[in-house]
C-alpha cells in the first residue's frame, strides 16, 4: 500500500499562486510514476494536470504548460505543484495519484485538496 497525503489547496483570487503538496514515502517516486490530476465538477472525469514519471521526465497538460510547475522536494518526499497565474477554470478538487509497478503495483490516489479560484 501506498499512502499519499495531499496538503496546501486554498482559495486565491484569479491571477494568484498556491502550492500543492503530497506527502509521500521516498521509495514511491523510484518506482512509481506520479501524477496531480483534478476534478473540474462532480461526475466530471478526473483530468491529467501534471505527470512527474520515477526517470525524472514530466508532462503538462496544455491548459496549465507554463503556469504550472511539479517537482519532487527529496528532502521532505513530497510531490509538489506551483501554480501560478490562476484562472477560475482552475477550480477543481486536486489529486496526488501514483501509478506503480513491481511489489507495488497498483494505482493509488490521495483524499485530494480543493482549489477555488475566485474571477
Known amino acids: 500500500q501506498v499512502q499519499l497525503a495531499e496538503s496546501g489547496g486554498g482559495s486565491v483570487q484569479a491571477g494568484g499562486s498556491l502550492k500543492l503538496s503530497c506527502a509521500a514515502p521516498?521509495?514511491?517516486?523510484?518506482?512509481?510514476?506520479m501524477s496531480w490530476k483534478r476534478r473540474q465538477a462532480p461526475g466530471k472525469e478526473r483530468e491529467l494536470v501534471s505527470l512527474l514519471k520515477s526517470d525524472g521526465t514530466t508532462r503538462y497538460a496544455d491548459s496549465v504548460r507554463g503556469r504550472f510547475t511539479i517537482s519532487q522536494d527529496k528532502a521532505k518526499n513530497t510531490l509538489d505543484l506551483q501554480m501560478n497565474s490562476l484562472k477560475s477554470e482552475d477550480t477543481a478538487v486536486y489529486y496526488c495519484?501514483?501509478?506503480?509497478?513491481?511489489?507495488?503495483?497498483?494505482?493509488?490516489w490521495g483524499q485530494g485538496t480543493q482549489v477555488t479560484v475566485a474571477s
Open positions: 521516498g521509495y514511491v517516486f523510484r518506482t512509481c510514476d
Open positions: 495519484a501514483a501509478d506503480c509497478w513491481g511489489t507495488l503495483e497498483g494505482n493509488y
